[in-house]
């Protein structure tokens, strides 16, 4: 009897298949939107099945620790490492190309300093001339991620994390939503142009609003966003399917279309008026305010010190945060992700350079920011000439990211970049934020080894000439003697 059931079962899942398969063979020989369906029906479709699958096959069986992009296995495992706690120490030789164009290597010192010789880390003051200065408490922190590109348990495991490490947090610019404030966090409210959380009905600067945000003691600075290394010269981006009741109510947009930024702060069309808008920020903040920007010349920060010279610096930026092109956790067009804005060695050795040639290198303090999770680019950032790091896709990867790349499809499978409950049940905020400051203090405690090796007691002390970069024909020269007019600091 039973056999006669399986025969059965079996009979009937084989009718079942040549059905379905019939069916598919009809719907692909009559649709017209694809040609490989139309012309091979039922196997065409596995074209598309392997390409999906392509990616996360490469990523798990083929490429090697070295190979992926935009952040190898390598990088990712030492994120992961370091947010769990483990030991980050490898055997057997580095699996990096040590030899490869453009590579940078810090120069070791014959007699590093001792443990009780290490010096104590002094960030520096933000804005010292505000009524109410910024003293950070680190120098890697956390980038730009706003309620909405993030879901609500990841800024809540931000915010918790980034009080257990001492590190700011920064809101993004989707204003300030219940969960920056889980916990007494150092904040940055970053102000993009739509304005969200401080903007008028016809788009313009509430200025009650900015006064009232000012107001709270943990909004530390204010920040104002030109431009990010994602889609630069684009306004920020987000998609009608991830806007919830609660993030319309915390931007102050509605429900069921997606919110597009200009793509520019409609009053500012020039330096002059630039500095103007941030003169009145810091006059009704008192705290200091600064600019994002991705750079691909000198001309802004020439433009900026012109301008100030006709103005007066009460306008002039306290800090400004240099974002890559290669920076990249907004959703953004691939035309403008691949093409536009300098990466961030670069950019950031034009603008520290800039500022020191203009006389303002004293006054405002650079944050570098663009694809920085491992204590070599923290590093090298620093001796290039960042007073400041931050991060965003470290702290991504801290908070579980497997690097899916489905940021800006709402079904990103580790919790972090969805609205869907489901999928954000998985995300434990209270255990995300541990690994957030286990992530932070092993940054940190990696920079200060790279910092004692090449002789300094702290990365504070970190300059190029502490750095050579590989050449063409194999040989290095000094980072230093690259870019002579580039002391640091």
């Given amino acids: 009897m039973s056999f006669d059931l399986v025969n059965t079962a079996l009979a009937l899942l084989i009718i079942v298949a040549m059905a379905v398969t019939v069916i598919m063979f009809l719907l692909d020989v009559t649709q017209h939107d694809d040609a490989i369906r139309r012309n091979y029906p039922v196997i065409g479709r596995f ?16 490429a090697m620790d070295r190979e992926e992009l935009p ?12 947010s769990e706690g483990k030991k980050n120490t490898v055997a057997f030789g580095s699996t990096k190309q040590m030899t490869a164009v ?20 002094m960030p520096k003051v933000i804005g010292p001339s505000a009524r109410e200065p910024y003293q950070p408490k680190s120098l890697f922190n956390i980038s730009g991620m706003s309620y909405g590109a993030l879901s609500a348990p990841a800024i809540r495991a931000l915010s918790l994390g ?62 104002l966003k030109l431009a990010q290394g994602a889609k630069p010269g684009k306004g920020g ?67 900026l010190a012109l301008s100030a010279g006709r103005l007066g610096a009460a306008g002039l930026p306290d800090f400004i945060s240099v974002d890559g092109g290669d920076g990249g956790t907004g959703a953004s067009p691939m035309p403008l992700m691949d093409n536009v804005g300098l990466p961030l060695r670069e950019a950031l050795i034009l603008a520290v350079d800039a500022l020191k040639r203009r006389g303002l290198r004293e006054q405002i303090r650079v944050i570098a920011s663009g694809k920085l999770v491992t204590p070599y680019g923290v590093a090298l950032a620093l001796a290039t000439g960042a007073d400041f790091v931050v991060s965003a896709r470290g702290f991504m990867f801290a908070l579980g990211c497997i690097q899916a790349m489905k940021c800006n499809k709402n079904t990103c499978p580790t919790g972090i970049t969805t609205h869907n409950k489901r999928l ?10 541990e690994r957030v400051a286990s992530y932070v203090e092993n940054v940190c405690h990696d920079i200060e080894t790279i910092a004692h090796s090449c002789g300094v007691p702290n990365p504070q002390d970190l300059a190029r000439q502490h750095v050579r970069i590989i050449q063409p024909d194999g040989t290095s020269r000094s980072f230093a003697d690259l870019y002579r007019d580039s002391e640091f600091r």
């Fill in 424 to 433: 954000q049940s998985g995300l434990d905020p209270d255990d995300k934020a």
């Fill in 162 to 223: 980034a009080a257990k490490a001492g590190c700011w947090l920064n809101t993004g610019e989707g204003a300030l939503a219940p969960m920056h404030e889980a916990a007494d966090c150092d904040i940055i409210y970053q102000i993009g142009t739509a304005k969200y959380g401080v903007q008028t009905e016809d788009g313009g600067m509430d200025w009650d609003k900015l006064r009232a945000l000012a107001e709270k003691p943990n909004i530390k600075m204010f920040e």
């Fill in 102 to 121: 453009g590579n940078a290597i810090f120069v070791n010192a014959p007699f590093p300093p001792l443990e009780h010789e290490y010096g104590d880390i």
């Fill in 47 to 62: 074209r598309g099945l392997f390409t999906t699958l392509g990616e996360f096959f490469r990523q798990y069986f083929f």
């Fill in 71 to 82: 952040f190898n296995r390598a990088e990712r495992e030492w994120v992961d490492h370091a």
């Fill in 237 to 303: 981006i987000l998609p009608a399917r991830k806007i919830t009741p609660e993030i319309a109510e915390v931007r102050g947009i509605q429900m069921g279309q997606a919110s597009i930024s200009p793509n520019r702060h409609p009053e500012v069309g020039n330096t002059d008026e630039l500095l103007e808008l941030l003169a009145k920020m810091k006059e009704v903040t008192g705290k200091p305010v600064g600019i994002k920007i991705v750079v691909s010349g000198t001309a802004f920060i020439d433009q």
